[in-house]
T-cell receptor
């Protein structure tokens, strides 16, 4: 079945460590890609998105993601994490047209950053 | 940015009763809204797509008679959990896109509603 996979379910880092969260999808054709973050007790917020153009996209709070079409990947990165980055991170894919703009979600990655 | 508001944020109800959750787009008109269910430590599961002025589109396995969706206006969609049971306890989230921002835009999410059925 077509899906979105996030490889890391739980990640624990110390402050200033680098972060990379994997996301792979299995849809062919043109897709839109998103990373959302859910801080404890808060609603989902967009970190960054890719629709077209430069495959390296920069989002809020120092996050970036690289779309590699050949690998069907859209990994999230941050060079130096902070305690305030502790949250759940979700990768989502908007499949090719005809899917009523539904978002297909990965299972999420729980990131804990120790001060 | 665009704001989507959900109400209530928390609700506790008795088994067998019905609960209505509201989702409002505060500064844009949404012809389509999406309802999700989020289980603990799990991803978001799309339940249904709410279409203004027409019937909602339910995902496979979601009981349409159990989860009633009404999208009566361009700024309001409601989800009613009918005859709730403890297994319906979950976190329900709505989202909407702002069509005025064009096709290349993200979805905005409500704060979510924590439903507990006792």
């Amino acid at each position: 079945a077509q899906s979105v996979s996030q490889h890391n379910h739980h990640v624990i880092l110390s402050e200033a460590a680098s972060l990379e969260l994997g996301c792979n999808y299995s849809y062919g054709g043109t897709v839109n890609l998103f990373w959302y973050v859910q801080y404890p007790g808060q609603h989902l917020q967009l970190l960054l998105k890719y629709f077209s153009g430069d495959p390296l996209v920069k989002g809020i709070k120092g996050f970036e993601a690289e779309f590699i079409k050949s690998k069907f990947s859209f990994n999230l990165r941050k060079p130096s994490v902070q305690w305030s980055d502790t949250a759940e991170y979700f990768c989502a894919v908007n499949p090719p047209a005809g899917n009523n703009r539904k978002l297909i979600w990965g299972l999420g990655t729980s990131l804990a950053v120790n001060p | 940015g665009a704001v989507v508001s959900q109400h209530p944020s928390r609700v506790i109800c008795k088994s067998g009763t019905s609960v209505k959750i509201e989702c409002r787009s505060l500064d844009f008109q949404a012809t389509t809204m999406f309802w999700y269910r989020q289980f603990p430590k799990k991803s978001l599961m799309l339940m249904a797509t709410s279409n203004e002025g027409s019937k909602a589109t339910y995902e496979q396995g979601v009981e349409k008679d159990k989860f009633l969706i009404n999208h009566a206006s361009l700024t309001l969609s409601t989800l009613t959990v009918t005859s709730a049971h403890p297994e319906d306890s979950s976190f329900y989230i709505c989202s909407a896109r702002d069509p005025g921002r064009g096709d290349h835009t993200e979805a905005f999410f409500g704060q979510g509603t924590r439903l507990t059925v006792v």
